[in-house]
């Protein structure tokens, strides 16, 4: 079951020179959505436009959260406890070529569909991940948006078929780890620092990793540091994040493993709290 919006009509098609088809110019957001509300829905919305006006694309937030509405509509209706949202905002069609004026109008793309992962069992259990050889470009006027020039991850996400293996992690043409094709990365250290790979060159600024890092480490009295991570000698704990899955403890990474810690758990409460409005 699926359903998809085009520029808010549920019967149009995409034109061909689109523009996020011809060159992945624009962004996307991937969002939870359960009973009447979008998972940290203002999140969402401030990166959106935060990446809109950073690629210069005069979107208009009104248009984004009336798109929304027609989401929730179907979700409030629905037997279905969770949905993926998956939202696009393409700078428009414009033909062939690269250049494009002003005139051009944004364009939307909105797909919506049942999310029926068994995310608890990752999140008890804990998950299995590789390092990737795939090294991350380094562009550090997109670093941190999530825009629609996917290619580094679509080329890591070729590195395993295993279903045994839950991510990759990729790093950097400098060594440093960055993140996982889908999801941002934490470590605990001996001691109990928390830190999380700088996102100055490359990467994504998950929406879920500024949960944690701005509500949930406060909340239980830590601070997170972001630093460059070129080894996991010193980690003790490891745990990947992002919308869908929340936060998600790493228990094998290669041929070691890791214990799911004191640490990862108390933030998993947390944010199980913080969600349940408690």
Same mark, same amino acid.
């Given at each position: 079951?699926?359903?998809?919006?085009?520029?808010?009509? =549920?019967?149009?098609?995409?034109?061909?020179?689109?523009?996020?088809?011809?060159?992945?110019?624009?962004?996307?957001? $991937?969002?939870?959505?359960?009973?009447?509300?979008?998972?940290?829905?203002?999140?969402?919305? *401030?990166?959106l436009? #935060?990446?809109?006006?950073?690629?210069?694309?005069?979107?208009?937030?009104? $248009?984004? +959260? =009336?798109?929304?509405?027609l989401?929730?509509?179907?979700?409030?209706?629905?037997?279905?406890?969770?949905?993926?949202?998956?939202?696009?905002?393409?700078?428009?069609?414009?033909?062939?070529?690269?250049? %494009?004026?002003?005139?051009?109008?944004? +364009?939307?793309?909105?797909?919506?569909?049942?999310?029926?992962?068994?995310?608890?069992?990752?999140?008890?259990?804990?998950?299995?991940?590789?390092? %990737?050889?795939?090294?991350?470009s *380094?562009?550090?006027?997109?670093?941190?948006?999530? *825009?629609?020039?996917?290619?580094?991850?679509?080329?890591a996400?070729?590195?395993?078929?295993?279903?045994?293996?839950?991510?990759?992690?990729?790093? #950097? =043409?400098?060594g440093?780890?960055?993140?996982? $094709?889908?999801?941002?990365?934490?470590?605990?250290?001996?001691?109990?620092?928390?830190?999380?790979?700088?996102?100055?060159?490359?990467?994504?600024?998950?929406?879920?990793?500024?949960?944690?890092?701005?509500?949930?480490?406060?909340?239980?009295?830590?601070?997170? +540091?972001?630093?460059?991570?070129?080894?996991?000698?010193?980690?003790?704990?490891?745990?990947? $994040?992002?919308?869908?899955?929340?936060?998600?403890?790493?228990?094998?990474?290669? #041929?070691?493993?890791?214990?799911?810690?004191?640490?990862?758990?108390?933030?998993?409460?947390?944010l199980?709290?913080?969600e349940?409005?408690l």
């Amino acid at each position: 079951m699926q359903y998809i919006w085009i520029n808010g009509n =549920s019967d149009q098609g995409v034109s061909p020179d689109n523009r996020a088809l011809a060159f992945g110019d624009g962004l996307f957001e $991937t969002m939870l959505l359960s009973g009447d509300c979008i998972s940290h829905y203002q999140l969402h919305l *401030h990166r959106l436009m #935060d990446g809109c006006r950073r690629l210069d694309i005069p979107f208009s937030q009104a $248009t984004a +959260e =009336s798109d929304f509405k027609l989401a929730l509509a179907v979700v409030e209706n629905s037997a279905h406890k969770f949905w993926r949202l998956k939202y696009i905002v393409s700078r428009g069609a414009t033909g062939t070529g690269y250049f %494009c004026d002003n005139t051009v109008v944004p +364009e939307r793309i909105m797909l919506l569909e049942p999310f029926t992962r068994d995310v608890c069992a990752l999140q008890q259990y804990g998950v299995t991940v590789i390092p %990737c050889r795939w090294q991350l470009s *380094h562009q550090p006027a997109l670093a941190g948006m999530k *825009h629609l020039n996917r290619l580094d991850q679509v080329m890591a996400r070729q590195e395993w078929s295993s279903s045994d293996i839950f991510e990759g992690l990729t790093a #950097d =043409s400098e060594g440093n780890w960055i993140e996982g $094709t889908m999801s941002n990365l934490f470590v605990v250290e001996k001691g109990g620092s928390v830190i999380t790979p700088r996102l100055d060159n490359c990467g994504v600024a998950g929406v879920m990793r500024h949960v944690v890092m701005n509500t949930l480490c406060p909340k239980i009295g830590l601070l997170v +540091e972001e630093k460059n991570i070129s080894t996991f000698e010193s980690a003790d704990e490891i745990f990947l $994040t992002n919308s869908l899955i929340g936060i998600v403890p790493v228990t094998r990474l290669a #041929d070691k493993t890791y214990k799911i810690g004191q640490i990862t758990r108390s933030l998993q409460r947390a944010l199980n709290t913080r969600e349940s409005g408690l």
